[in-house]
C-alpha cells in the first residue's frame, strides 16, 4: 500500500512541475480547463483503483468522499503555483482525507480527520465567496463551480457519516 502511496505522491508532484514550466508565454501556467481534465483524471483513477489500493468497495460513500476530495484538492494544488494559500489548502485536504488509510492513527481518529476535512473545505467553500462579489463571473467560471458543488458533496457526505454514528435518522429512512 505505501508504494502505491509514494507512486502517486510523485506523479502528483511532477504534475506540479510541469504547471510551471510553460516559460515565455504572457501566462504561465495552465488553463482552466486543462486544470478541471487532470484533477477530473486523477479523482477518476482514484476511484476505479481505491478497490486495489485501500480495499474500498467502489460504490461506497468513502471511495466517492475520497475521490471528490482528490478533485477538489488537486483543482487547489494546481491552482497553488500562483497562490500559496491554494496550494495549502490543497495539500491539506488531501493528506487530512488520505491520513486514516495510510496511518494507524489516523484509523483509529477517523472523526478527527474528517473534522479536519470539513473545515478545511468549509473555508475553501466560504473564502471562493468572500473573495468573488460579481455574480456574472461566478456564473461563468465553471472550475470554480464544479470545485464547490465536490465541496458541497464532501460537506453532505460528511455530515451523513456523522449523522449515521450519532444515530440521527435521516429523511430516507423515515420515509
Same mark, same amino acid.
Given at each position: ?14 504534475? $506540479? ?6 516559460? /515565455?508565454?504572457?501566462?504561465?501556467? #495552465?488553463?482552466?480547463?486543462? @486544470?478541471? %481534465? =487532470? ?58 482525507? $488520505? ?6 492513527? /489516523?484509523?483509529?481518529?477517523?472523526? #478527527?480527520?474528517?473534522?479536519? @476535512?470539513? %473545515? =478545511? ?55
Amino acid at each position: 500500500m505505501n508504494r502505491e502511496f509514494l507512486t502517486t505522491s510523485i506523479f502528483m508532484v511532477l504534475l $506540479l512541475q510541469s504547471v510551471s514550466a510553460h516559460g /515565455g508565454e504572457e501566462e504561465a501556467g #495552465l488553463t482552466n480547463l486543462q @486544470v478541471m %481534465l =487532470i484533477s477530473l483524471a486523477i479523482s477518476l483513477v482514484f476511484f476505479i483503483a481505491s478497490k486495489k489500493l485501500f480495499s474500498l468497495d467502489s460504490n461506497s460513500k468513502e471511495s466517492i468522499y475520497l475521490s471528490l476530495v482528490l478533485y477538489t484538492g488537486a483543482v487547489h494544488v494546481l491552482l497553488g503555483i500562483k497562490d500559496r494559500i491554494f496550494l495549502l489548502g490543497g495539500v491539506g485536504v488531501i493528506l487530512f482525507a $488520505l491520513l486514516p488509510l495510510i496511518t494507524k492513527f /489516523g484509523n483509529a481518529n477517523r472523526s #478527527l480527520s474528517q473534522a479536519a @476535512v470539513g %473545515l =478545511i473545505v468549509t473555508i475553501m467553500f466560504i473564502g471562493y465567496f468572500v473573495s468573488n462579489h460579481d455574480l456574472h463571473f461566478i456564473v461563468e467560471d465553471y472550475l470554480g463551480l464544479t470545485t464547490k458543488f465536490a465541496e458541497l458533496g464532501i460537506i453532505g457526505l460528511i455530515v451523513k457519516n456523522y449523522m449515521n454514528k450519532t444515530g440521527v435518522e435521516s429523511t430516507e429512512s423515515r420515509s
